[in-house]
């Protein structure tokens, strides 16, 4: 599966932007997806999950109430809404898909949140 991200960028404390991930597979409802974050040298951590249907969702404490997981099944494309952005939420963010013991990483997108 191809993951190609994209929607990072720089904003201000306070903004929000919206990350997109298409996914190049015909059996994309099948995916779990999420999205995690990286600071350079360490590892990823999860922001946030959605299941295949759409119906369960996860997310990391420290983003709760500021960010949304959401999909298209029918657009091959999970999105992270995120606002009330925070400088501490810089970082590279990266798409991924989940079934079974498949996984696969997108690319990351770099979202810088300026003070």
């Known amino acids: 599966v191809q993951l190609q991200a994209s929607g990072g960028g720089l904003v201000q404390a306070g903004g929000s932007l919206r990350l997109s991930c298409a996914a190049f597979?015909?059996?994309?409802?099948?995916?779990?997806m999420a999205w995690f974050r990286q600071d350079p040298g360490k590892e990823r951590t999860i922001v946030a999950a959605?299941?295949?249907?759409?119906?369960?969702?996860y997310y990391a404490d420290s983003v709760k109430g500021r960010y949304t997981i959401s999909r298209d099944n029918a657009k091959n494309t999970v999105y992270l809404q995120m606002d009330s952005l925070k400088p501490e939420d810089t970082r590279v963010y990266y798409c991924?898909?989940?079934?079974?013991?498949?996984?696969?990483w997108g690319q990351g997108t770099q979202v810088t949140v300026s003070s």
């Open positions: 959605i299941t295949w249907s759409g119906e369960d969702t």
């Open positions: 991924y898909a989940a079934r079974g013991f498949y996984a696969h």
């Open positions: 597979t015909r059996t994309f409802s099948s995916y779990a």
